[in-house]
Nanobody, 123 residues
Framework: QVQLLQSGGGLVQAGGSLSLSCVAS????????MAWFRQAPGKEREFVAV????????YYAENVKGRFTVSRDNAENTLTLQMNGLKLEDSAMYYC????????????????WGQGTQVTVSS
């Protein structure tokens, strides 16, 4: 049974930091590119970051570049998103996702999804 179990998130003041984690099971984690997406109320799901199977490559959305860092530990089947310098507009439900092919930046390219975790940034 495939599972992406997310943790972390919560409420933080603008300028603060949060870390999100995603633990995978039920599939061969190291064979999948892993990504983070987010979705705010009334908006479409938005790409945040993706990391390659080998961890050599990582790509970020322009609006998080330089503030967010995606990483993975293939030995622990864990994906992490470190978020620094959080802004009000970063508030959203965050989802981790796994893709068998390449490194998609659209939701349609992903095979498995986490349950989501809320990040709320306050002023």
């Amino acid at each position: 049974q495939v599972q992406l179990l997310q943790s972390g998130g919560g409420l933080v003041q603008a300028g603060g930091s949060l870390s999100l984690s995603c633990v995978a099971s039920g599939f061969t984690f190291k064979d999948y590119a892993m990504a983070w997406f987010r979705q705010a109320p009334g908006k479409e799901r938005e790409f945040v970051a993706v990391i390659s199977r080998s961890t050599i490559k990582a790509y970020y959305a322009e609006n998080v570049k330089g503030r967010f860092t995606v990483s993975r530990d293939n030995a622990e089947n864990t994906l992490t998103l470190q978020m620094n310098g959080l802004k009000l507009e970063d508030s959203a439900m965050y989802y981790c996702a796994a893709a068998a092919n390449r490194m998609p930046t659209t939701p349609e390219g992903y095979d498995y999804w986490g349950q989501g975790t809320q990040v709320t940034v306050s002023s």
